[in-house]
Structures are given as C-alpha cells and as structure tokens.
C-alpha cells in the first residue's frame, strides 16, 4: 500500500538544524511531486516547500527561503528537508505530501507527521 513516513523531528534550540526525510512505498515515487506542509496548533496547514518529480524545480515559501532546502533521490524513493536557522515560529508538525496530476484524476498522499519542536 502507499505509504509516506517521515522521520527526523525534534526539539532543537532556536538557530539549530534539524534534517527532516520522507521514505515513499507503494507507488511511482520518480512521477510525483513532492511537497512538505506543516500545521502548529491553531493554524492551518501551510506549504513549506516543493520539488518537482525530477528534481529540477523547487520552490519555497517566503518565511523558509535561504534557511530550508529540499531535495529528492529518486533512487532511493526518499525527500530530505534540511533546515537551518531554525526559529521558533518553524515549530509545527511537518507533513511529506506526494501529488501527481493526470487528465482524468489526482493523486494526493500524506505521511503522518512528524514533530519539530524548536525551543529554548
């Protein structure tokens, strides 16, 4: 079955760096983009960064961008989300989504979370 799990969370002082990565089972991981949400409590659940199936297109949100990399190793089926400078505004859980669009439908799945604590 599909699958997405993600690993690497945790509780880290504001300015350190955590390494988050996604392991994908249960389909075509090289046709999928691959995008990491997060949610903290109260918010909604807002884009953090995306990379394209090849890996030749990411783009970042705003309040991310020069501190979060992502990157994908098609061989390996895995996405890594490298992030530094962490803030404390980066608490949330970090969800890995897999999204393929064809003609006729859309595939859309979730991992189920993982936590990133960043605290003092």
């Known amino acids: 079955q599909v699958q997405l799990v993600e690993s690497g969370g945790g509780l880290v002082q504001p300015g350190g760096s955590l390494r988050l990565s996604c392991a994908a089972s249960?389909?075509?991981?090289?046709?999928?983009?691959i995008s990491w949400y997060r949610q903290a409590p109260g918010k909604e659940r807002e884009l953090v960064a995306a990379i394209t199936s090849a890996g030749g297109s990411t783009n970042y949100a705003d309040s991310v961008k020069g501190r979060f990399t992502i990157s994908r190793d098609n061989a390996k089926d895995t996405v890594t989300l490298r992030m530094n400078g962490l803030k404390p505004e980066d608490t949330a859980v970090y969800y890995c989504?897999?999204?393929?669009?064809?003609?006729?439908?859309?595939?859309?799945?979730w991992g189920q979370g993982t936590q990133v604590t960043v605290s003092s």
């Open positions: 249960g389909f075509t991981f090289s046709i999928y983009s």
């Open positions: 989504n897999a999204r393929r669009r064809t003609f006729l439908r859309e595939y859309d799945y």
